[in-house]
Antibody, heavy 117, light 107 residues
Framework: EVQLVDSGGGLVQPGGSLRLSCAASGFTLSSYEMSWVRQAPGKGLEWVSYISTSGATLRHADSVRGRLTISRDNARNSLYLEMHSLRVDDTALYYC??????????WGQGTLVTVAS | EVVLTQSPATLSLSPGERATLSCRASQSVGSSLAWYQQKPGQAPSLLMYDASNRAAGIPARFSAFGSGTDFTLTISGLEPEDFAVYYCQQYYNWPITFGRGTRLEIK
């Protein structure tokens, strides 16, 4: 059974840092491109970051470029999102999602990041 | 950036009725469009991909069509579990973008 388990969220002050993790099981992570998608409280979905199977190609939304960085460790079956210089408007539930032929076929349960003083 | 406009924002219907949801793209996305369903407190789940293909395990009452800039998701014979928020998403161009969603509520 395919499973994605998101973790690492929490309360952080503006300007702070956090590292999110996504543990993958039930499939071979190295065969799939992955992304992070976020959802602010009561709002819609916003794509954040993309990483190719090998990790050689990264893409980030303009709103997070230079502050949030996606990475992966295929040997550990894990996806990461390094978050720096966090802002209040980064507050959201962050989901990792598996890309299959460019759409997202499996999603994690999400991990909540709250940026507040 | 491709802007996806979903309408209506809220749709109020009764179980057994037919729901028609629209997604319009600001420029052509070919058939590179997916639909997701999100229930309260849950992650989104894939419903349809490539504009008209049902994902694994999705009942036949869900159907979708469209190409280019105009897309439609139809749910025939609404079941109680279908009342949720529906998002369209394009994967034709970077950045990937989502519509703002249509909330399907019980009338």
């Amino acid at each position: 059974e395919v499973q994605l388990v998101d973790s690492g969220g929490g309360l952080v002050q503006p300007g702070g840092s956090l590292r999110l993790s996504c543990a993958a099981s039930g499939f071979t992570l190295s065969s799939y491109e992955m992304s992070w998608v976020r959802q602010a409280p009561g709002k819609g979905l916003e794509w954040v970051s993309y990483i190719s199977t090998s990790g050689a190609t990264l893409r980030h939304a303009d709103s997070v470029r230079g502050r949030l960085t996606i990475s992966r460790d295929n040997a550990r079956n894990s996806l990461y999102l390094e978050m720096h210089s966090l802002r209040v408007d980064d507050t959201a539930l962050y989901y990792c999602a598996r890309r299959h032929n460019a759409y997202f076929d499996y999603w994690g349960q999400g991990t909540l990041v709250t940026v507040a003083s | 950036e491709v802007v996806l406009t979903q309408s209506p924002a809220t749709l109020s219907l009764s179980p057994g009725e037919r729901a028609t949801l629209s997604c319009r793209a600001s420029q052509s996305v070919g058939s590179s469009l997916a639909w997701y369903q999100q229930k309260p407190g849950q992650a989104p789940s894939l419903l349809m991909y490539d504009a008209s293909n049902r994902a694994a395990g999705i009942p036949a009452r869900f159907s979708a069509f469209g190409s280019g800039t105009d897309f439609t998701l139809t749910i025939s014979g609404l079941e109680p579990e279908d009342f949720a928020v529906y998002y369209c998403q394009q994967y034709y161009n970077w950045p990937i973008t989502f519509g703002r969603g249509t909330r399907l509520e019980i009338k």
